[in-house]
């Protein structure tokens, strides 16, 4: 049962992750470091993946890569069991940088750059984020201006506020960057475009007109060199522009296979899906790795006696500590097969797209859609869990040696890099109402509220995995709090009402009112992609269950789906989806549930084939 279980949790790429579960295995975790040393440790560990094969999997077979898309994400999330400085450097490295040039180049890039990217000849950064522009994307400050005497893009950082900020690689490493900047030419701007700009010259000094500071001691992740930069009219040829959906001939003139700034803007950033999916994994296995080391920690450590016996009480059999751990562990499981299933998308989509034409423009949007609702509530609860993990293991907890302190350090900036969290909620709820998703344009308030008011909007709950076991499920369930198919309908019915009540607030928006309207209805929003969010894992979770029958796996779904709502018991309450009753018999089947799961709670961690090197804490012996 056990075997059949970890079959199910590798998935599509099981081949691929025990492979890369075998190269993490390898690597040694770094101990104690002064941040240089760290810095200098993470980068020949960097090396020993890249000779391992590790970067080759996401990137072109005439590159010598593997062309798997999907594969790449995975072996990504498995270097969140190990060091989480690593995992983001090497995501840095091949995942945003190399990705770039890969997503947003021709074939000229590619044969120019991405031997080296993947051999690590070529260290690099994706220098997206500015100091004043972190979420607002489309209204960067830096300027590329082409100079069409010379031939060459001129790169400028006009004032502080457009420096690049955070930069991953930038302080120690890298020597080129994809610079994202406002691309002018013959006094018009074409909107955000990405150029590769070299950073430092062959000895490692900074390159003529460019500034490269060091942002100095973080919070976390302190083997990832994040740096600023500035660039003071940095000259570069006009090759080096990343032109797959925008060009500047030597003339010139802009041309563009996309017509319109905004289209051709939201296409571009679509193409680079794939590092918001890959964050979300990352949260994923780290969370994984606190929840082991906490339930292990809580099977073997004893406190206080029973007053029949005299014996000392093992931690987990206490109900208040099995709460805390086994919710969460059900939410890690659901929140797995959910990740699967945004892979899989990721990986068929991108194998379906050979050119900007030949991209499906609605299951494009709904990718991204689900990848930032996703990213938002994974990195949300792997924040949520490793802090309960690490009160959950006491004082012991705080401990270094006991990795709980160092993960929930270098995960904190999770939910705001790759997307700011409450940012991409707003994107998800914005995508959920009727038709919009089809619908190209700009996020003005105004906007949205004139387009749902022009659209007779009713919500259509879009079934995502396994439809016609859904469908069955909800067609013949019945009012008990464990049929399945009651569970499947409560969700959608929360996700229903909320969103058509979202609706009714926008149809009041003038073009005076429209910013109030919208600011007004924030926390309407923010429930709404949290609702649609919760639903689509619920399913995620309903379509594992139909592929391996274990009487584990189906309570955790349970736990799952009657925790959230649990948690949310509040708007059942309101709404007369729950009676007062009800809503106890949902805390009191929640209780159960954890005690026909505690016996199990071991197994259940164990199975996650986390290399014990990396999970080894003190307390779990």
């Given amino acids: 049962m056990t075997e059949a279980l970890r079959d ?9 992750r025990r492979a890369s579960l075998d190269l993490l295995a390898k690597l040694e975790p770094a101990g104690e470091l002064s941040r240089e040393d760290y810095r200098a440790w993470v980068f020949e560990q960097l090396r020993a993946l890249a000779d391992g094969g590790h ?131 013959g006094g018009e701007r074409h909107g955000v475009h990405a150029l590769v700009v070299p950073i430092r010259d062959a000895d490692g000094s900074p390159a003529p007109g ?15 060199d994040n740096g600023r930069l500035a660039f003071d009219h940095v000259r570069v040829p006009r090759e080096n522009l990343l032109n797959r959906y925008g060009d500047v001939a030597p003339d010139g003139t802009y041309s563009s296979p996309i017509e319109g700034v905004g289209q051709r803007f939201f296409t571009m950033l679509g193409t680079l899906v794939r590092g918001r999916i890959s964050v979300a994994g990352g949260a994923g296995s780290a969370t994984k790795k606190a929840l082991t080391v906490a339930i292990r920690y809580a099977d073997r450590r004893r406190q206080f006696t029973r007053p029949d016996s005299g014996a000392e009480v093992v931690v987990l059999d206490y109900l208040a500590h099995q709460r805390r751990l086994l919710p969460a562990l059900a939410t890690t499981y659901a929140l797995h097969f959910a990740q699967e299933e945004l892979v899989s998308a990721l990986h068929d989509i991108t194998r379906e797209r050979t050119s900007p034409a030949d991209a499906d423009e609605r299951r494009q949007r709904e990718l991204e859609s689900r990848a930032a609702g996703l990213k ?48 991409l909620s707003q994107l998800v709820a914005k995508g959920l109402l009727t038709s919009y998703r089809d619908h190209v344009g700009d996020l003005d308030p105004w906007g949205m509220a004139r387009f749902v008011a022009d659209q007779a909007v009713g919500v259509v709950i879009e079934r995502t995995a396994a439809r016609a076991i859904i469908d069955r499920l909800v067609g013949g369930s019945s009012e008990s709090l464990l049929d399945r198919g009651w569970q499947v309908r409560q ?130 012996g």
């Fill in 8 to 16: 199910l949790l590798d998935g599509r790429w099981a081949d691929l």
């Fill in 55 to 185: 970067p080759l999997i996401g990137f072109p077979e005439r590159h010598g890569g593997r062309d798997d898309v999907g594969g790449s994400v995975v072996a990504f999330e498995v270097l969140g069991f190990g060091d989480l400085s690593l995992m983001v450097k090497a995501g840095v490295q091949w995942g945003l940088f190399g990705g770039a040039v890969q997503a947003l180049g021709t074939d000229v890039h590619h044969d120019r750059y991405l031997p080296g990217i993947m051999s690590l000849e070529l260290p690099g950064c994706f220098a997206m984020t500015e100091t004043g522009h972190g979420s607002d994307v489309q209204n960067l400050g830096t300027t590329a201006t082409y100079d069409v005497d010379a031939g060459e893009f001129v790169v400028h950082t006009p004032d502080a506020e457009s420096r690049k900020d955070y930069i991953g690689n930038a302080a120690r490493d890298g020597r080129l960057a994809v610079v994202f900047a406002q691309l002018v030419t």
């Fill in 210 to 224: 460019v500034t490269i500071e060091d942002c100095g001691p973080k919070a976390g992740l302190n083997g990832v």
């Fill in 376 to 423: 938002a509530v994974a990195t949300w609860h792997a924040t949520a869990t490793i802090q309960t993990c690490r009160e959950a293991c006491g004082g012991a907890g705080y401990l270094a040696e006991n990795l709980i302190s160092g993960l929930k350090a270098d995960t904190d900036v999770f939910t705001t890099f790759e997307g700011d969290n409450t940012v």
């Fill in 491 to 620: 969700f959608e019915d929360r996700e229903r009402h909320v969103l058509e009540g979202l609706a009714r607030r926008l149809r009041k928006a003038t073009p005076e009112t429209a910013f109030d309207v919208f600011n007004a209805a924030q926390d309407h929003v923010l429930h709404a992609a949290r609702a649609h969010t919760d639903r689509v894992v619920l399913e995620a979770f309903v379509a594992a269950l139909d592929r391996c029958d274990d009487e584990r796996l189906a309570l955790l779904c349970d736990l799952y789906a009657l925790s959230t709502i649990e948690a949310d018991r509040a708007w059942f309450l309101e709404h007369g989806r729950l009676t007062p009753q009800r809503a106890k018999s949902v805390t009191q089947a929640v209780n159960d549930l954890c005690a026909r799961l505690r016996p199990h709670a071991v197994d259940l961690v164990d199975v996650f084939g986390i290399p014990e090197s990396w999970v080894a804490a003190r307390i779990t």
